[in-house]
């Protein structure tokens, strides 16, 4: 991929090539199959060309998607098929993140947290949310992908100091994570949520580096990409806790794309310094750092509002067994 690019709302757009050569268009929209145009040719890199598609309807229909139980790693060609057209929905919403977060000029207000969890991941100290306006929205900086692949979603600094990296958007649609890594769909109501298809994702077998496992999820009606579930896996400390992930995607008018709601958990580490059996020192888990955050509203151009995050409040009374309505001290 050369350039990518949101079009706008009468459906141009401006992508630059790399020079001479030989091009085409790839068309991805939620909710129809992906288009690609003819090749055409670019004498030099000041060449401007100006080209119309008609690009054809064909919907996509994930209700109609059944769900194999093979793994991608395995998998036979039909169902190889299946997930190659739910896999090609969730690739366009990724890219459209990547790209609304990289070059939209919209303002976020962001509150973000840190929680302080037991090993048993019950939370025990909370640091007071703190709220920012920004102008970009990058919620996780990852290396190069091919670096992930070469030494994992882990990498150790000074010793006994970890930096831990997230699934973001750009990794999951690289070929480099797709390479490394076994696909699987998967149904929602085997965890509780209906109405929703997901494409699992985990180590090849026989990867051992620090990494990432975990569930991207869309609404079949919609074919909408709602969030993606992930844990940490191959982290090497003993007795490892779980450690969990969650990304929340939203799609906003024009159909831009944005995180809407994101959080990371990784250990605690102490050293376990066992003298009276002259064990050589070791790094332990003694807790966990959930760290995350939310974004309460964007504006648009000219201050345009548009996304407003509204908490749910729930109202009623509490009346006793005779029907007499009480209110709790």
Avoid at 66 to 80: H, K, T
Avoid at 100 to 108: A, D, G, H, N, P
């Amino acid at each position: 991929m050369i350039d990518q690019a949101i079009s706008g709302s009468a459906g141009g757009v401006e992508l630059a090539g790399e020079g001479a050569g030989t091009y085409r268009v790839r068309v991805q929209r939620i909710g129809y199959r992906t288009w690609s145009s003819d090749r055409f040719r670019l004498r030099d890199a000041a060449q401007t060309i100006r080209r119309s598609f008609r690009v054809p309807l064909a919907p996509i229909r994930l209700e109609q998607l059944d769900v194999p139980l093979e793994r991608r790693c395995s998998m036979p060609p039909d169902q190889g098929r299946r997930m190659a057209k739910l896999w090609d929905q969730i690739e366009t919403a990724l890219a459209l993140t990547s790209v609304t977060q990289q070059s939209e000029r919209l303002i976020f207000t962001v509150r973000s947290f840190r929680e302080i969890l037991d090993r048993s991941g019950d939370l025990v100290g909370r640091d007071t949310a703190a709220v920012h306006v920004r102008s970009s929205l990058r919620p996780f900086d990852p290396p190069p992908v091919d670096s992930l692949a070469a030494f994992g979603f882990m990498v150790e600094g000074d010793p006994g100091r970890y930096r831990y990296y997230a699934p973001a958007p750009a990794v999951l649609r690289s070929g480099a994570f797709l390479d490394t890594h076994c696909l699987k769909l998967r149904r929602g109501d085997e965890v509780d949520r209906p109405g929703w298809i997901g494409v699992s994702f985990e180590p090849a077998p026989g990867r051992t580096l620090p990494d990432v496992a975990g569930t991207l999820w869309m609404d079949r009606e919609r074919a909408r990409l709602q969030r993606l579930d992930f844990r940490y896996v191959n982290l090497g400390f003993p007795d490892t806790p779980e450690l969990t992930g969650r990304i929340d995607f939203l799609r906003l008018p024009a159909n831009r794309w944005i995180i809407q709601r994101w959080s990371t958990e990784i250990p605690r580490l102490v050293f376990d310094a066992n003298l009276s059996n002259n064990h050589p020192a070791r790094l332990e888990v003694s807790g966990i750092d959930r760290t995350g955050a939310r974004v309460l509203s964007v504006q648009g151009p000219e201050s345009t509002l548009l996304y407003h995050y509204r908490r749910t409040t729930v109202h009623g009374s509490v009346r006793d067994a005779d029907g007499k309505g009480r209110v709790p001290k």
